[in-house]
């Protein structure tokens, strides 16, 4: 079949197809898609076809040979890195706004919603009036609020960087523990990766403050512009959350940008008996925060927060073009007098606070997620993600075979296997994680804490629960041991 079209097809039957090999691939009695490999290797490395099949064969395509073979990631074992499935609401979202309002940036009740539902993030996460837009990852995130800090410090010495570039060294202040897209991002901000000076931190992964006041007084003296300090409100390895209110203090006091990397654990401030950890929050001048993550939304979803959208405005502008109509000309009129016709926008052009020209509506994801579950839903996931890392931590402490490198606050609990005849514990582990992996069942990450390697289970998931816990550790004590007699 190759007449073009054939690939209108009835949306309602195809979808189901789809989605019962969804609803089957998320029971995870599949192998995983390393093992079936050659398998699916041989019907989908083919030439570039020149006739079509028809979309009836594609869906079943998607249905036999590729959902099945797709990634661990949705399992609820899987409690690696920072990512996760997303939930069905997010998949509903996601899949209608694809079809019924494709861009984010006209007058559609998908696109009402885009700024409808970073307010309702902003008022979730205590944020006060900060006003946000959406990107795709956390890695973007960053680099847009880093564009709105070298707009900051820049202005401030009488240079527009985005029209001239910069014309002085400068400097970001981060942590040793800061995720490495901060470097990226000051190398494509023009900055230098090695403009970013790391803190030293305490062996609670915490950026210690007298560090950072050093390195500050340092660069002060010899003439170098400081531009950002950048904070996590937890981090990648271990969930730490660096004090935010000292860190923000000194940012004001320099008239610094301060910005904070919230990606994983600003949804950690749900939970009340750690709120307090978040304190600090109101001296940002820009925060990030990734629904991909701890909120459930399908990989694609972060925001970027800011007190003042016109330094990303002045950061990111497009030259104007009269293919856009002067759509972001209509920012400066009110949305009352030139919306005549959904093809108009809402007069915020999202456009020109970040990276992106066409980008899907986001806001769909959260608002959907949100309207799910409301805030009680997603506080109870993040309390319940938290308690069980608590009773790793508890569990790992008290064990003879086990010890605790990392007690986080949040969702992470960096522990391993130990027995005083294990000459070499990073690499016992090592073995232990890649026998762990290979079972399919349980599948942390490892990582180091102060230079020991570690297991580290990171629960952000909807479909986490206690269940993976105790499966978790009953499995490393099982292998664990297994090892153990294995080398005695
Ligand atoms: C603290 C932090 N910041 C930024 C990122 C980058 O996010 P993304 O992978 O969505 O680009 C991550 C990813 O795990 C992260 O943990």
Request: charged share 20%; glycine share 8%.
């Amino acid at each position: 079949m190759n007449n073009e079209l054939a690939e209108q097809g009835n949306i309602q039957s195809l979808l189901s197809k789809i989605g019962e090999g969804l609803d089957q691939f998320l029971k995870f009695d599949h192998p995983d898609a390393h093992l079936t490999k050659d398998q699916w290797m041989a019907t989908l490395n083919i030439p570039l076809p020149t006739q079509g099949l028809g979309i009836e064969a594609v869906t079943d395509e998607l249905v036999t040979t590729i959902i099945p073979n797709g990634s661990p990631v949705a399992n609820p074992g899987f409690s690696s890195f920072i990512t996760t499935g997303s939930t069905t609401a997010s998949t509903l979202a996601t899949t209608a706004a694809s079809i019924a309002s494709p861009q984010r940036y006209m007058g559609t009740a998908f696109n009402f919603i885009e700024e409808l539902s970073l307010d309702w993030m902003a008022s979730l996460f205590n944020l006060g009036s900060m006003k946000g837009v959406y990107s795709s990852g956390g890695s973007v995130a960053n680099l847009i609020a880093l564009g709105g800090a070298r707009q900051h410090a820049f202005e401030q010495v009488g240079i527009d960087p985005s029209a001239f570039g910069i014309d002085r060294p400068c400097r970001i202040y981060a942590s040793s523990e800061c995720h490495h897209t901060i470097q990226r991002s000051a190398g494509v901000l023009g900055l230098g990766r090695n403009s970013v000076k790391l803190i030293d931190c305490d062996s609670q992964g915490r950026m210690k403050v007298t560090a950072l006041q050093s390195a500050l007084d340092e660069d002060l003296k010899a003439g170098i512009l400081p531009m950002a300090i950048v904070a996590n409100a937890g981090t990648t390895n271990t969930g730490a959350i660096d004090p935010l209110a000292e860190l923000g203090q000194i940012a004001q006091q320099h008239n610094i940008w301060f910005h904070v990397d919230g990606a994983y654990g600003l949804p950690g401030i749900l939970d009340k008996r750690i709120t307090h950890l978040y304190e600090g929050l109101a001296l940002a001048d820009s925060v990030i925060v990734d629904p991909h993550k701890w909120l459930g939304a399908s990989v694609g979803v972060a925001a970027t927060f800011v007190k003042d959208r016109d330094y990303l405005l002045r950061a990111f502008t497009q030259e104007p073009a009269d293919y856009l109509e002067g759509s972001a000309s209509q920012a400066d009129e009110s949305p009352a007098t030139h919306i005549e016709h959904s093809l108009d926008d809402f007069g915020i052009p999202y456009f020109d606070f970040g990276v992106e020209l066409s980008a899907p509506c986001r806001g769909i994801v959260v608002w959907a997620m949100i309207r799910e579950i409301g805030v009680e839903g997603l506080t109870s996931r993040v309390v319940r993600h938290n308690d069980m890392a608590t009773f790793i931590t508890k569990f790992a402490t008290n064990h003879p075979n086990l010890e605790v490198l990392s007690t986080s606050h949040l969702s992470i609990c960096c522990f391993r296997y130990h027995h005083e005849s294990i000459t070499d514990l990073d690499k016992f582990n090592q073995r232990l994680h890649r026998r762990l992996v290979r079972e399919n069942v349980y599948m942390p990450s490892t990582t180091k804490v102060n230079g020991m390697l570690t297991l580290r289970p990171c629960y952000i998931g909807a479909r986490h629960n206690q269940t993976q816990v105790d499966g978790l550790l009953a499995a490393v004590l099982r292998i664990g041991e297994g090892l153990l007699a294995e080398s005695i």
